[in-house]
Nanobody, 116 residues
């Protein structure tokens, strides 16, 4: 059974940093992070390809968040710096086994709360 397990969330003050991890039970070509704030729709945060040579980010997190992966550990990370209260959300890891297409596999989410 495929599993994606996120960790690293928590409650911090504005300006702090957190690193989220997503451990996968299998091999995936592409990973992404999404987030969903209370009362809002889920939104894209960042994505990375198999080799890690291609990444993209939502405009709201560019320059503050960095996505990376360790294929030997089947793990993807999201380093979040200079956190803002508007980053408060449940963060979800997503994955797929083809270079293009929808993300078929999702984790259960990890809560990030940023206070001002």
């Amino acid at each position: 059974q495929v599993q994606l397990v996120e960790s690293g969330g928590g409650a911090v003050q504005a300006g702090a940093s957190l690193r989220l991890s997503c451990a996968a039970s299998g091999t995936f070509t592409n990973y992404a992070w999404f987030r969903q704030a209370p009362g809002k729709e889920r939104e894209f945060v960042a994505a990375i390809n198999w080799s890690g040579t291609s990444t993209n980010y939502a405009d709201s997190v560019k320059g503050r968040f960095t996505i990376s992966r360790d294929n030997a550990k089947n793990t993807v990370y999201l380093q979040m710096n200079s956190l803002k209260p508007e980053d408060t959300a449940v963060y979800y890891c997503a994955a797929r086994r083809v270079p293009i297409g929808p993300y078929n596999y999702w984790g259960q989410g990890t809560q990030v709360t940023v206070s001002s």
